[in-house]
């Protein structure tokens, strides 16, 4: 397997894979959505906003919740939870 970095922006067959992947997985966010709806999936897109990040700490998680996402992981197996608001508050810089 090769690493084509922006390959989207070279291949039609990157870019379409790429649009593919990203239509799947927003239908499947709005499916779940369906069956969860507290979460917000539906307009996050399964990204780590501030209302997930609420929803995560009043709701708890899902199996459908990625392990390895830093808010989740520390939830399920410790830490601290500001390490999940430094992350947030990052991306706004």
Do not use: C
């Amino acid at each position: 397997m090769r690493d084509h970095h922006r390959g989207d922006g070279r291949s039609v067959s990157i870019a379409a894979a790429s649009i593919i992947a990203k239509v799947t997985r927003d239908r499947l966010m709005v499916a779940l959505h369906e069956i969860h709806p507290e979460y917000g999936w539906a307009a996050n897109k399964g990204y780590g906003t501030e209302a997930h990040l609420l929803a995560l700490e009043r709701y708890g998680t899902t199996p459908h919740h990625r392990r390895s996402f830093a808010p989740i992981h520390n939830i399920l197996y410790g830490g601290n939870p500001e390490d999940s608001r430094i992350s947030l508050d990052s991306q706004d810089s």
